[in-house]
């Protein structure tokens, strides 16, 4: 079973409109989560990055939140537009490894329509 | 500076050719990563360098030999290799290894194993 489990697995909205996408993990303790935005075909890019001690991180329209208690974390996106279609994917610091090894989430495909 | 390169984007072999992955950056990072990511899948961690020494060997068959000539540059040496691992080969870097530093990734090279 994968210890970080994303909801929803792909979502379409219109463009304007704002989404949140969820994250739950079993990883515990942890270093930090972050959330990385995925083009098909190309490399992840990062888009937050929060300790466990930290509840919000914004970047630009994006606003991730964390709740260590009952290991959840959010990703809001403000305004969608066409550029934000793309895979979201929460991941987790393997905390045997330092940040060597990231505990990768299913990810959630995320389609902007006009 | 905050690129992580990789050559070529594409590479397509066959079953008895050899060939390489070539990764690079210039950001003064010691930690450098190979993954592989099959599609509409989260990446899987293959091996990782810190300080150019091998650090992580996830049981990755020796059909991929990873090298590490400086603190620079990552090659990943590609033999025998069978039509399942065709797939998305995507290398990443970060300040070190042993603390919760961003991971940058590369575009990816798509490889296709005929």
């Known amino acids: 079973k994968n210890q970080v489990e994303q909801s929803p697995q792909s979502l379409i909205i219109l463009e304007g409109k704002n989404c949140t996408l969820q994250?739950?993990?079993?990883?515990?303790?942890?270093?930090?989560l972050r959330w990385y935005k995925q083009d098909t075909g190309r490399g992840p890019v990062s888009l937050t990055i929060m300790t466990f001690s930290e509840n919000t991180k914004s970047n630009g329209r994006y606003t991730a939140t964390l709740d260590a208690d009952t290991k959840q974390s959010s990703l809001h996106i403000t305004a969608s537009q066409l550029s934000d279609s793309a895979s979201y994917i929460c991941v987790v610091t393997d905390p045997n490894f330092g940040n060597e090894k990231l505990t990768f989430g299913t990810g959630t495909r995320l389609t902007i329509i006009p | 500076d905050t690129e992580v390169t990789q050559t070529p984007k594409h590479l397509v072999m066959g079953m008895t050719n050899k060939k390489s992955l070539k990764c690079e950056q210039h950001?003064?990072?010691?930690?450098m990563y190979w993954y592989k990511q099959k599609a509409k899948k989260p990446p899987e961690l293959m091996f990782v360098?810190?300080?150019?020494?091998?650090?992580i060997n996830e049981s990755v068959p020796s059909r991929f030999s990873p090298e590490c000539p400086n603190s620079s540059l990552l090659n990943l040496h590609l033999h025998a290799l069978q039509p399942e691992d065709s797939a998305l080969y995507l290398c990443?870097?970060?300040?070190?290894?042993?603390?919760?530093?961003?991971?940058?990734f590369g575009p990816g090279t798509r490889l296709t194993v005929t």
């Open positions: 950001m003064g990072h010691r930690a």
């Open positions: 994250c739950n993990y079993t990883v515990s303790p942890f270093s930090n």
């Open positions: 990443a870097s970060s300040l070190s290894a042993g603390a919760p530093y961003e991971q940058y």
């Open positions: 360098y810190s300080y150019e020494k091998l650090s």
